[in-house]
């Protein structure tokens, strides 16, 4: 599955073919996203006029999630059978939003995808505070600006071989600009989906896939975010979304909800170094919120 828009489907079958499909009644409330392997019947020509039906969506290695708002207790799919997730962040125009990045990166450590951060506009502003956020996490970062952006591509291309990777960051930060360097002649290949669909699609409105020239890696761009709720991960699973933080709450009282200063060990355990104080004080924001949060509807 390649784009999902507005009620039609586009999956790239087999033979290469861009087949333009709808749900079949069968498949009742399963939903079907991008990144889904399926399985079609009917008319799978291609043709300006040909419709298929989905008919079984296959089992998922992976289901990266989000809500819309951590008081939104509705789970939405960003994208399935993802291998790793790279979080876009701008040093300057836009400011940086670590608060964002945490959430991104605590839903990858969920999906157990695996995280990479791209810090973009390199040129306009330093890069190290950002950095020094998530040294402790031993992630990849990739450094983008005017004169780099290339080398960053390049780096992001050997990172992505043979995986599927995501793409996801608020809008301005030039996350689809990343991709379109990083994707060959990505533009014409989104216009190409957008008139077989019909649906004038594209990646700042809907999420897409697109396949890199080895056949085997793919990119999915997503729309720019606003807001990427957790309400869907419960306080002890949330805890483990932190992993540079986690291993500290070993010396914490059993009961302890990692909020009472006095008798939570995690302020010394970000005091040794282990973690950035930044992580913990977004931990804990995250932590006070879901006693507020009502139950996910699955």
């Known amino acids: ?41 009917g008319d799978v020509s291609g043709g300006p006029d040909a419709l298929a039906r989905i008919v079984r969506v296959d089992d998922r290695r992976s289901v990266l999630r989000r ?6 207790p509705q789970e ?30 605590a839903a990858a450590y969920d999906a ?38 290339d080398d960053a591509a390049q780096q992001l291309r050997e990172l992505m071989a043979g995986r599927v990777t995501v793409f996801v960051g608020s809008s ?9 360097v990083v994707v060959p002649d990505a533009a014409q290949r989104v216009n190409v989906i957008s008139t077989a669909t019909g649906k004038g699609m594209h990646t700042t409105t ?4 697109l396949a890199l020239p080895d056949g085997e890696s793919w990119v999915v761009d997503t729309p720019g ?19 540079d933080i986690s291993p500290g709450t070993a010396e914490c009282p059993t009961d302890c909800d990692h909020l009472d200063r006095e008798v939570c060990t995690l302020d010394a355990w970000v005091a040794a170094g282990h973690a950035h104080p ?4 977004s931990l804990r924001r995250l932590l006070v919120q879901r006693s507020t949060v009502p139950p996910v509807r699955q």
């Open 1 to 41: 599955m390649v784009t999902v828009d507005r009620g039609r489907y586009g999956c790239l079958l087999a033979d290469g073919t861009l087949a333009v499909t709808m749900r079949a009644r069968e498949l009742g409330r399963r939903s079907v996203v991008v990144g889904d392997s399926v399985a079609v019947v």
């Open 67 to 72: 809500t819309a708002d951590d008081e939104d």
């Open 76 to 105: 939405r799919i960003v994208v399935a059978n993802a291998d790793q997730l790279v979080v876009v962040c701008s040093v300057a125009t836009p400011e940086p939003q670590p608060r964002l990045v945490d959430r991104c990166l």
């Open 112 to 149: 157990g995808v695996d995280p990479i951060l791209c810090l973009t506009k390199v040129d306009l502003g330093p890069a190290e505070p950002v950095r020094a956020i998530y040294r402790p996490l031993d992630i990849p970062v990739v450094e983008s600006g005017a004169e780099s952006r």
């Open 172 to 180: 301005g930060v030039g996350k689809s600009t990343l991709v379109n």
């Open 206 to 209: 809907a999420a897409i896939a």
């Open 225 to 243: 975010i606003r807001s990427f709720g957790l309400a869907h991960i419960d306080s002890v699973r949330l805890v483990t979304c932190f992993p």
């Open 278 to 281: 930044e992580r913990l004080d």
